[in-house]
Every structure is written in C-alpha cells, then in structure tokens.
C-alpha cells in the first residue's frame, strides 16, 4: 500500500474512534441527565411525604378542640392514605403516572384546605402552641413541594432538550432514552396551596 492509502486509513480510522467516543460520552451524559431526573423526582416525593408525615399529628390536635368534626378528620385520613398509597416508579415517568400521582396528592390538598375552614370556628385550637408549630412546618412544606417541584421540571427539561437535539437524538433512540414528563399545575392550581391557620 502506498502512503496515500495509509493516510485515508488513519483519517478514516480517527473519525470511527472520535464517531464512538463521541456516542460513548454522548451516551453517559444522557444516563447523568436521567439520574438526575429521578433523584429530583424522588426529592418531590420526599417533600410530598414529609407533608403526609405531619397529617396525624395535625388530625390528633385539632381532634382535641373539634372532636365532633369527625367528618372532616376523616376525609383528611382517608386523603392522606390514597396520597401516600400512589408511587411513581422513577424510571417511569410518564404524564399517566405523574398524573395519578398529582390527582391523590391534591385530594389531600382539597382535604386540607377543608381542614382549615374548619379551624377558623376555633380560636382557642388556633393559639395552640402545637398546632402554631405544624402550621410553620404545613406552610414550609408546601414552600419546599413548589420548589421542588420547579427543580424537578427543570431537570426533565434539560434532559429532554438534549435527547431531541440532532445529533444526540440517534444515541437517545439507539439506547431507548425517551422524553420525560413535566410536573404539571392543575387547572386553577398556579398557587402553591396555602396554609394559613392564623386567621
């Protein structure tokens, strides 16, 4: 073979071997980006949890004052056990499964939200010190729940810009990447559900 020969295949040799190192990182930025989807994806169930988590203590302190609106209580029970019975698998985050998911937790939210019309009937249950404390960590829940919820949505976005952009989408569809769904407000729902017993 002449030299000639020899320099093509080297040129040719080089852009195979740049052509895989190219999908090779390609291929790990997209699994780095789908990590980071599911672990932004667990902090907004762990956000979510940690709300459910302080539903019995606020159940048991408002049972105190208004036992007789069992009613109530138990709708917020019941909510809080739908809401906690609904997991997403993070490797699967579909709009169907973020959906169920937003369904049972804004069951619990309404739930609450009648809860707190419940509590103005009650001055004496709201300057409880106990109840003021759940009431601070309701409220900062629910600060932490939208936060999360934006970082979540904007890691999916990242991760779904670059597995559609050319030429990153053939190792997306080569490795079966697909898009992620968003965390979607609920129609009438752009605000944060507010708890405020201080009324």
Partial sequence: ???????????????????????IKTGNNMVTMDE????????VENVYQRRADLIPNLVSTVKGYAAHESETLTAVVEAR??????????????AASIQQFQQAQSGLSSALGRLMVVVEKYPDLKA???????????????????????????????????????????????????KKA?????????????VDFSK
């Avoid at 980071?36 to 902090?43: D, F, L, T």
């Avoid at 979607?184 to 729902?189: D, I, M, N, P, V």
Wanted: hydrophobic fraction near 45%.
């Fill in 182 to 194: 968003y965390f979607e407000a609920e129609k009438g729902a752009e605000k944060a559900p507010k």
């Fill in 81 to 94: 056990a739908k809401a906690t019975s609904v997991t997403v698998d993070p490797t699967k985050l579909n």
């Fill in 1 to 23: 073979m002449n030299r000639t020969t020899w320099i093509v295949i080297a040129v040719i040799a080089l852009f195979i071997f740049l052509g895989i190192n190219w999908g």
């Fill in 128 to 178: 409880n010190e106990n109840f003021l404390a759940l009431q601070t960590q309701l409220e900062g829940t629910e600060n932490r729940i939208t936060v999360e919820r934006q970082k979540f949505n904007q890691s999916a976005q990242a991760f779904n810009t670059y597995i559609r952009l050319f030429p990153q989408s053939i190792i997306a569809s080569m490795r079966n990447f697909e």
């Fill in 36 to 43: 980071g989807v599911q672990s932004a994806w667990s902090q």
